[in-house]
């Protein structure tokens, strides 16, 4: 178990499949595929898991018009159940943030927000109702936004992605996560308003991409107090070659701006078969994900 839901090694949720196929995958094939995903999970000792996204497709526009009809939430059945049944380590599912969701999608802003906000509260009330440990909402819109310095609209999407977190209702032991992907070997962000604006979402964790050569780790003095922050730090590429003493010394910096108890570690996304990651590569940043975890907190991660 997790030492108290730190999740000190953490996967962002996204996994490459096990094999190449041609065409769309058959339910036999998206079901062998969850579980030896979970296994291979297991097997490298990651605190938290997830069933690799391989059943979903389209998911921003759909919870738009889940929203808009007011139609019951349908994650749990197409993607959770299967994988809380398939094994006992805890889950994480990974969401489109209303800002993603409206970045995506399109439409007029305020209408697709609020059906954004609408679906994504039911389908986290009821993923957590079947078991999910973790919920982490991916805001990649605010990766064009911190580098172009429109803080107004960062405000405007920050105000949609609190709405909905505001809102979420959980047990003491489920933890709440907003992912800020960047792109970029070396993503700049500056201590300042709009990294405030960020920070202050109401989440448990605030997993932050500081890329292969982070450089800017002052930014950590505008967290504020409360929540744990998930340094994005490994590569989900596979391609460059980082020593475990680097990352660690990374660490290092970033614990003396920021307790050290308050701090974990994961990749800088997800991985994914059209980057060309492989499922050994994968495994192999995972595992590398788990030594650097435990080396620097310890084996209870």
Do not use: H
């Not at 202050?200 to 002052?218: H, M, T, V, Y």
């Not at 994961?266 to 435990?294: D, H, I, M, Y």
Request: glycine share 8%; charged share 20%.
């Amino acid at each position: 178990m997790a030492n108290d839901y730190k999740y000190r090694a953490d996967p962002i949720g996204l996994l490459v499949p096990p094999e190449v196929i041609e065409g769309a995958a058959t339910a036999e094939q998206l079901d062998s595929w969850t579980r030896r995903a979970l296994a291979m999970q297991t097997a490298v000792a990651l605190p938290v898991g997830s069933d690799g996204e391989y059943r979903r497709s389209g998911l921003a526009a759909a919870l738009v018009q889940r929203g808009l009809s007011g139609a019951a939430p349908a994650l749990v059945e197409q993607e959770f159940a299967f994988a809380r049944a398939a094994t006992k380590m805890p889950l994480k599912v990974s969401l489109p943030a209303p800002s993603a969701v409206v970045r995506t999608v399109g439409g007029d802003s305020e209408t697709t927000a609020a059906a954004a906000i609408k679906s994504l509260g039911a389908e986290t009330a009821a993923l957590i109702a079947a078991g999910a440990a973790y919920v982490q909402f991916n805001a990649s819109a605010y990766d064009e936004l911190l580098s172009s310095g429109d803080e107004a609209k960062l405000a405007a999407y920050a105000a949609w992605d609190r709405a909905l977190l505001s809102t979420i209702d959980r047990p003491s032991s489920v933890r709440i996560g907003i992912r800020f992907g960047r792109s970029g070997a070396a993503p700049v962000w500056t201590a300042g308003s709009a990294a405030a604006t960020l920070f202050a979402l109401p989440a448990d964790r605030l997993l932050i991409d500081f890329g292969l050569e982070p450089k800017d780790l002052d930014v950590l003095s505008s967290v504020p107090a409360g929540p744990d922050v998930v340094l994005g730090l490994l590569d989900n590429l596979c391609q460059a070659k980082q020593s475990s003493d680097s990352v660690l010394s990374t660490i290092d910096r970033a614990a003396k701006i920021l307790d050290g108890t308050r701090l974990a570690l994961s990749p800088r996304g997800g991985f994914s078969a059209k980057n060309g990651v492989t499922w050994a590569q994968q495994r192999n940043t995972l595992e590398q994900l788990v030594q650097a975890a435990s080396l620097w907190w310890g084996f209870s991660l």
